[in-house]
């Protein structure tokens, strides 16, 4: 938190010197600290400016490890492309899986974050790899995750997906019809190592293979996001006349936090699954109780979402359930569910 970068990169070149592996340092070391640096700013512990400098100062010092000569070697495997889901900003952790492989042998394309799938697949048709490995953090694009998985394998490329996006124990990654899952960087690399992934089936996984997207919930939802947020900030004045001596910041923040809310309630609806703006609310509930807001603030902008949903069942159901959740779950001083 110094932001001394000197330092940071002097420390992990030291520890490879002294003979500790590359990848105990990129996995057990460098993603461990960025990780304490997410609950750090979710607890209120530090800012956003500070949460981005460490991670910039970390990507500099998986960087310097990548480049280290006792790391620096030619690939004796096959090769792999490395990308971000359209729509992802969480880099690290793709670019920390990059460098698990090619520590291990693998020729690796690094794309970086944001790939999109018209992108993603022209760079296939050039080089034609062993398998994609798609990285997402946020539940909010796995409709774009799935729209890449399935481009991928329509030009077979098979594909092995990771990050918190898709779930607990990747059940998002089954649902989206990936070939592969993996927990973490070390399991990626493992499951590349013991073969081949088969290649995929034409036709293997179509995009409407989801029953429940029939209702067009997700779709009419996802598209009425601005005119909802609108709307329900609009009532949320209306019932809190207190809120129209806002700050223009502390109107931007309300008015994200409410187009995060429909976001992963979409999110909920194409996958079919509760539980994920439900885990999602909870997350929120601790982030704004770390900085003095009340978990129950989020209530009333679920009633209203209620109301403006009023004619998607599934929507409606999910906001209650999540509602439900927020109000039977304590949370810590820290902000986080007991």
């Keep these: 938190m110094a932001f001394d970068e000197a330092a940071t990169v002097g420390t992990v070149l030291r520890a490879l010197d002294d003979g500790m592996a590359a990848e105990d340092l990129l996995l057990d070391v460098i993603a461990s600290v960025q990780g304490r640096v997410g609950r750090e700013w979710a607890a209120n512990s530090i800012t956003v400016a500070q949460e981005h400098a460490a991670t910039a100062i970390n990507d500099r010092a998986v960087a310097a490890v990548a480049l280290h000569p006792s790391v620096h070697k030619e690939p004796t495997r096959g090769r792999v492309t490395v990308a971000c889901v359209d729509g992802e900003w969480h880099a690290l952790p793709a670019r920390l899986l990059a460098e698990v492989l090619r520590i291990r042998g693998w020729r690796v394309d690094y794309l970086g974050a944001q790939v999109t799938a018209p992108h993603l697949v022209a760079h296939l048709h050039r080089t034609g790899p062993d398998a994609v490995a798609l990285s997402g953090s946020l539940a909010t694009r796995l409709p774009a995750a799935h729209a890449t998985i399935t481009a991928c394998q329509a030009v077979g490329t098979p594909v092995i997906v990771g990050g918190a996006a898709f779930g607990p124990g990747g059940r998002y990654a089954r649902l989206l019809g990936a070939d592969s899952w993996a927990p973490d960087a070390r399991a990626a690399a493992d499951e590349l190592a013991c073969g081949p992934l088969p290649r995929p089936r034409p036709g293997h996984q179509a995009i409407d293979d989801l029953p429940h997207l029939n209702d067009q919930e997700y779709t009419l939802v996802a598209r ?22 806002y700050t223009e910041v502390q109107r931007e923040r309300t008015a994200e936090d409410l187009s995060h809310i429909v976001e992963f309630l979409a999110a909920a609806l194409y996958t079919g699954d509760e539980d994920l703006f439900c885990g999602f609310l909870l997350w929120t509930a601790g982030v704004l109780e770390a900085r003095g807001v009340p978990a129950a603030s989020l209530l009333p902008a679920l009633e209203l979402l209620q109301r403006e949903l009023q004619d998607f069942p599934r929507a409606t159901a999910t906001l209650r359930a999540g509602a439900a959740r927020l109000t039977a779950t304590p949370l810590t001083a820290a902000g986080t569910a007991v």
Excluded: I, K, W
Aim: net charge positive; hydrophobic share 45%.
């Design 224 to 245: 009425s996001r601005p005119r909802l947020v609108r709307a329900v900030f609009t009532q949320l004045e209306n019932a809190y006349p207190a809120m129209r001596a």
